[in-house]
Nanobody, 124 residues
Framework: QVEVVQSGGGLVQPGGSLKLSCTAS????????AGWFRQAPGREREFVSA????????EYSKSAKGRFTISRDNAQNTVSLQMDSLTPEDTAIYYC?????????????????WGQGTQVTVSS
């Protein structure tokens, strides 16, 4: 059993930065791919970014590319999402997910373990 616990998030002004982190309990986290997804009010949950089990492959949504950076520290069982140049359109609940055997990093239905979600609000 793997528990995914998120931290970070909050309120930031447009153009600002935030860092989200998630830490997974359980052994062999380096075998897990991890992803970040978000859900804005009234919208479906969507892919933001993901990283392969060893960190060699990363993927970003069109809106995240160039502004967000995903990274992982397998020694700490942690995956982080650095978000820069935030806009009000980035306001959403962000979810971290992890799983083994992920073939398509951007597909949320391939992730088995999910964090509790954390609110990110971008507003002046």
């Amino acid at each position: 059993q793997v528990e995914v616990v998120q931290s970070g998030g909050g309120l930031v002004q447009p153009g600002g930065s935030l860092k989200l982190s998630c830490t997974a309990s359980g052994p062999n986290f380096n075998n897990y791919a991890a992803g970040w997804f978000r859900q804005a009010p009234g919208r479906e949950r969507e892919f933001v970014s993901a990283i392969s089990w060893f960190g060699k492959t990363t993927e970003y949504s069109k809106s995240a590319k160039g502004r967000f950076t995903i990274s992982r520290d397998n020694a700490q069982n942690t995956v982080s999402l650095q978000m820069d140049s935030l806009t009000p359109e980035d306001t959403a609940i962000y979810y971290c997910a992890a799983s083994v055997g992920v073939r398509h990093l951007s597909r949320q239905n391939e992730y088995f373990y999910w964090g509790q979600g954390t609110q990110v609000t971008v507003s002046s």
